[in-house]
C-alpha cells in the first residue's frame, strides 16, 4: 500500500502548497488523471482515505468438468495474495467448502510442472489454487462465472481485520479473467499430478488404479500427455503395492 503523499509549501509560490493544481510554477504539479482511481475501493483508516487496489480472482475450465481458480495481488500480478483465514477456513469447514464448490485447496502449477512460487520473493511458498468439480454440463461461462462469484463474495465477507490484523484487513476482491481456451485442455494444465492423480481417483471410486491405467481416452482428459498419465498412475500402484522402487516421481 502505497504512503500518503505529504505536501509541502516549501519552495512553492507565495505559500501554495504543491498540488493546489494551479498553474504559475514548475513545482506545482498537475492534477492526477481520474483514470488512475479506476476500478479501485476507497478505505477509511482514522482521518486518511487510502486507496485499496482489490485483488484479482482468475478462474479457468478444464476437461472433465473441472474448474480451477487463484487470486493475484492488486499490486504485484507475480504474487498470490495471501488469504491465510480464507484458506485455513476451506479446509476445515467441510459444510462451506461444499457450500461453495470447492473440491480442494492446492497450488498452481508452475511452468516446470512443480509448484509454482507464492512470489518471486518467497520460492518456499505455494501459490494456492481452488479446484471445483463442476460437471461438464455446467463447465460453460455462466457456470464458471457463479462458481467465481461465491468464492469471491466469501473471500470479501472475510477480508476484516479481525481475520486479517495486519494492515486495515485484507484487500477487496472482485472478478477476474475467465482463462478457459477455446479447445478445453485436460487438468493437468493447471493442476500438479497429485492432484490429478486425486481427480481421477475420486472421478472413478469403482475402479482400481490398474483398470483406469488401460483408459487411454479417460487419462487424456485429465492429462495432456497419456504415457506421463501413466506413468503417475504407476507409480502409485507401485507405492501401494508397497514397492518402492519406481523410475518416477509424482510432481508437486
Known amino acids: 500500500m502505497g504512503k500518503a503523499s505529504t505536501f509541502s509549501t516549501k519552495n512553492s509560490p507565495k505559500g501554495k502548497q504543491k498540488g493546489s493544481g494551479k498553474s504559475g510554477s514548475k513545482n506545482v504539479p498537475s492534477p492526477v488523471p481520474k483514470s488512475a482511481f479506476k476500478k479501485a475501493v476507497w478505505k477509511k483508516a482514522g482521518n486518511l482515505k487510502i486507496l485499496k487496489k482489490p485483488d484479482l480472482l482468475h478462474y479457468i475450465g478444464n476437461q472433465p468438468g473441472v474448474m480451477t481458480m487463484f487470486l493475484v495481488d492488486?499490486?504485484?500480478?507475480?504474487?498470490?495474495?495471501?488469504?491465510?483465514?480464507?484458506?485455513?477456513?476451506?479446509?476445515?469447514?467441510?459444510?462451506?467448502?461444499?457450500?461453495?464448490?470447492?473440491?480442494?485447496?492446492?497450488?498452481?502449477?508452475?511452468?516446470?510442472?512443480?509448484?509454482?512460487?507464492?512470489?518471486?520473493?518467497?520460492?518456499?511458498?505455494?501459490?494456492?489454487?481452488?479446484?471445483?468439480?463442476?460437471?461438464?454440463?455446467?463447465?460453460?461461462?455462466?457456470?464458471?462465472?457463479?462458481i467465481a462469484e461465491n468464492l469471491k463474495n466469501e473471500f470479501n465477507k472475510n477480508a476484516t481485520k479481525d481475520n486479517y490484523p495486519w494492515g486495515d484487513g485484507a484487500n477487496p476482491v472482485v472478478l477476474g479473467k475467465d482463462l478457459t481456451s477455446d479447445m478445453m485442455g485436460p487438468c493437468d494444465d493447471a493442476m500438479l499430478d497429485k492432484d490429478v492423480l486425486e481427480l481421477i481417483l475420486l472421478a472413478y471410486p469403482e475402479n482400481?488404479?490398474?483398470?483406469?491405467?488401460?483408459?487411454?481416452?479417460?487419462?487424456?482428459?485429465?492429462?495432456?500427455?497419456?504415457?506421463?498419465?501413466?506413468?503417475?498412475?504407476?507409480?502409485?500402484?507401485?507405492?501401494?503395492?508397497?514397492?518402492?522402487?519406481?523410475?518416477?516421481?509424482?510432481?508437486?
Open 74 to 146: 492488486g499490486y504485484n500480478d507475480k504474487k498470490d495474495s495471501f488469504r491465510v483465514y480464507d484458506v485455513k477456513n476451506l479446509k476445515e469447514n467441510d459444510d462451506l467448502a461444499e457450500e461453495l464448490q470447492i473440491t480442494s485447496v492446492t497450488f498452481r502449477k508452475g511452468e516446470d510442472g512443480m509448484k509454482m512460487p507464492q512470489s518471486p520473493s518467497k520460492p518456499n511458498f505455494g501459490w494456492r489454487m481452488y479446484v471445483s468439480i463442476i460437471g461438464e454440463n455446467n463447465n460453460t461461462p455462466e457456470g464458471r462465472k457463479a
Open 208 to 252: 482400481s488404479a490398474d483398470e483406469i491405467l488401460e483408459w487411454e481416452a479417460v487419462i487424456s482428459e485429465f492429462w495432456g500427455d497419456i504415457e506421463h498419465g501413466q506413468d503417475v498412475l504407476r507409480n502409485h500402484i507401485n507405492k501401494q503395492m508397497g514397492n518402492d522402487e519406481s523410475s518416477y516421481e509424482i510432481l508437486s
